[in-house]
């Protein structure tokens, strides 16, 4: 697919470059990788993707970009430790250190803290919070810029019937200035023949044979 420049990005753009970031952030791969693909899904340039991120995008995901880069930490350390027992395994992933699962008496040392899975839940539902709150934000924005297209289009509409009126007025106006020149023109053929007529009768009379005298 040919990646087109645009110039207007959407609110589902903003979410498409945001979710693929953040993704490729999270994987340990590359932000360059990560606009490419976003480039190929709408139709873009990288660069033009990158400069989108930089400029507008990123500042609206601080919080998601810092948990995004501690799970590719994470999960850069378990690819280096592959005998990770089960419940260290999990309390990476839930961002927490063995510490901070804890031990409850009694149980065995592969059991995860109640404490730890809830703090972790939250921190998790905090993130959807955010995000949702993110795009109804976009949403809004969304709208609001609907609603002022709707009002230039309408704007641009009563401003080409103002201008095809006035071009009207305008041909109406012309056609009687032409109609009036017309007849000035000939009202002055008239006066200039009636004045030759005029001057012709008083050069002559007629004798009174009935025959005109030139009179000198």
Known sequence: MTAVRQDAWSAEDDLILA???LRHIREGSTQLAAFEEVGEKIGRTSAACGFRW???VRKSYEGAIGIAKGQRQKRSYLKKQPSVRGAQVAGLILGDTEEEFGRSEGLSENTLSIDAVIRFLRQWKGTIQEAGRQLKMLER????KEDELTELRSE????SKEVNLAQ??????NDDYKALIQIMDRARRLAFLNEEEEE???RFKMDGNGNLERIE
């Open 200 to 202: 012709m009768k008083t």
């Open 156 to 159: 641009n509409e009563r401003l």
């Open 19 to 21: 979710e693929v970031t």
């Open 168 to 173: 009207s007025d305008y041909r109406v106006v």
């Open 54 to 56: 930089n400029s507008c």
């Open 141 to 144: 924005d969304l709208r609001e």
